[in-house]
């Protein structure tokens, strides 16, 4: 694979001009591109309801400001979708619209952003009768008929349960990757490239033999790379470093996010944190060795966004974080989630689980339900569980 050079100044900030890069296509998004030897880009995702224009604006500004080149926002219903043409005419940014489960809103959405997020794992609830390939079909006409890229965005706590049905429960890589290439294959045919992809994982180990496996697979196709659910900071942000400082390093990737577990007027530390790693890699700062996950108890949170079923869901998750405390030489993973869109699946492969609805907390062990609490009662269910899982260890 040839490597090339390029400027990776993010925002526009000045850093040290040159890294090596894997030669992408470049796909554009509104005034700014992807890959193609482009400056990596950083985004970010409003934590308000979109249906809240004016508190939407705001966040959206103010990630501009701190230097995301992509902002995104959640549109799941028509009051989002009445929501979205207003902040339209209030920002000059560049929107990405994430679809989930509401695909079709893609239409009314897409002449209104410069890109649209699906998710392969989430096209199965809208017309369960109709072929995921007619669906993909749609969505690039939509796309191509507004001028707007696409984002074929693969998460590891919602999967195509069709696809994961062909591998064995514990391979948690191979139906992630099948699925991207799957969708990169059809758009191919259909003979629509201007896509880009991303393969998220909540462990940033997997994170990065995902994503160095998927480059090895398609090393034309520019990459968005995170971490899903790396939690709050500082951890989230480690976690996010590590992976991404390998896979940049090597060549891979062509804009990225850092997910946090942060309120919504707090969320330019995302593209802060962003911007910190390309600046010390630019400067060829060495990252320290990650704690090994499963060695040590390890959080994951989602950085919430228009979805989250409540907002004390941030404060929840910082609780959540001093009660683990005593328990941090436990070999688990705690997981803690905003609402039902990864929720279910993240907290299925944790050891425990959370995960919110509007005025209760669903409490898991594995894949079983343990049973729904108040946002304070459920505190202490968790310790109680904590500590039985303690006295197992020492068995
Ligand atoms: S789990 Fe729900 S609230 Fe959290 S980031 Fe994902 S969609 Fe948003």
Redesign the pocket.
């Known amino acids: 694979m040839a490597l090339f050079r390029t400027s990776i100044e993010p925002g526009g900030s000045p850093t040290d001009p040159f890294l090596l890069r894997r030669p992408t296509r470049a796909v554009r998004v509104g005034s700014v591109w992807i890959g193609g030897g482009h400056p990596i880009v950083v985004q970010s995702m409003c934590a308000t309801r979109t249906s809240d224009v004016p508190a939407t604006v705001r966040q959206i500004n103010q990630l501009v400001q701190a230097g995301a080149g992509i902002v995104r926002l959640a549109v799941d219903n028509r009051r989002d979708l009445h929501a979205l043409a207003e902040i339209r005419q209030q920002v000059q940014a560049n929107l990405a619209v994430d679809l989930q489960e509401n695909y079709r809103l893609a239409e009314e959405a897409a002449p209104l952003v410069q890109k649209l997020r699906y998710n392969p794992g989430h096209l199965h609830h809208q017309e369960p009768h109709r072929a995921w390939q007619d669906k993909v079909r749609w969505l690039a006409e939509v796309a191509a008929r507004y001028d707007c890229a696409l984002r074929v965005g693969v998460n590891c706590g919602s999967v195509d349960p069709a696809i994961q049905a062909r591998f064995p429960p514990e391979d948690s890589l191979g139906p992630m990757l099948a699925s991207a290439l799957e969708h990169c294959e059809l758009l191919d045919r259909l003979g629509f490239g201007r896509y880009c992809v991303s393969l998220k994982d909540s462990d940033p180990q997997k994170v990065v033999e995902a994503n160095r496996q998927f480059a090895a697979q398609r090393p034309d196709v520019p990459l968005h790379l995170g971490v899903t659910e790396a939690g709050l900071p500082p951890e989230g942000i480690r976690k996010t470093r590590w992976a991404l400082m390998r896979l940049l390093r090597e060549g891979i990737g062509d804009t990225i996010r850092v997910s946090l577990t942060v309120p919504a007027e707090k969320k330019h530390l995302e593209v802060e944190a962003a911007q910190a790693i390309l600046a010390d890699l630019a400067a060829g700062q060495c990252e320290p060795p990650l704690e090994q996950t499963g060695r040590k108890l390890n959080i994951v949170s989602?950085?919430?966004?228009s979805?989250?079923e409540n907002e004390a869901f941030v404060q929840l998750a910082e609780k959540v974080r001093a009660i683990c405390q005593p328990f941090q030489h436990l070999p688990i993973t705690i997981a803690v989630?905003?609402?039902r869109?990864?929720?279910p699946g993240e907290t299925d492969s944790a050891d425990l689980g959370l995960w919110c609805g509007p005025n209760r907390v669903n409490l898991k062990r594995g894949s079983q339900l343990l049973g729904s609490f108040g946002y304070e009662e459920v505190l202490p269910r968790l310790e109680a569980e904590l500590h039985q899982l303690a006295s197992q260890h020492r068995q």
């Not at 989602?302 to 966004?305: A, G, V």
């Open positions: 989602c950085p919430s966004c979805r989250v989630m905003g609402c869109v990864n929720g």
